[in-house]
Nanobody, 120 residues
Framework: QVQLVESGGGLVQPGGSLRLSCAAS????????MAWYRQAPGKERELVAT???????NYADSVKGRFTISRDNAKNTVDLQMNSLKPEDTAVYYC??????????????WGQGTQVTVSS
């Protein structure tokens, strides 16, 4: 079994910054892509940013230039640095990872979510 545990959410004023972290633990052989998603009230979950095991990144247009995704392969962690936050960034943020528990067994895992609220 694999667990993804997020931390770092909270309340921040518009224009402020937050850093989210996610750590994978358990039966991790290796991790392919890692990602952050978010879901605002009444809306569908949307992809925010992805990062491959080699470090290639991709971002939603709405966060380009403001958010930065990074990972530490040795620690099985992925972070999301969020700058210049806007009220529309308010959502529950979820960590996602494609985890190999053995050389041939691949599964998709989600964290429990962490609330980010941008408000004055």
């Amino acid at each position: 079994q694999v667990q993804l545990v997020e931390s770092g959410g909270g309340l921040v004023q518009p224009g402020g910054s937050l850093r989210l972290s996610c750590a994978a633990s358990g039966s991790v052989f290796s991790i392919n892509a890692m990602a952050w998603y978010r879901q605002a009230p009444g809306k569908e979950r949307e992809l925010v940013a992805t990062i491959t095991s080699g470090g290639s990144t991709n971002y939603a247009d709405s966060v380009k230039g403001r958010f930065t995704i990074s990972r530490d392969n040795a620690k099985n962690t992925v972070d999301l640095q969020m700058n210049s936050l806007k009220p529309e960034d308010t959502a529950v943020y979820y960590c996602n990872a494609e985890v190999l528990t053995t050389r041939l067994s691949k599964y998709n895992y989600w964290g429990q979510g962490t609330q980010v609220t941008v408000s004055s």
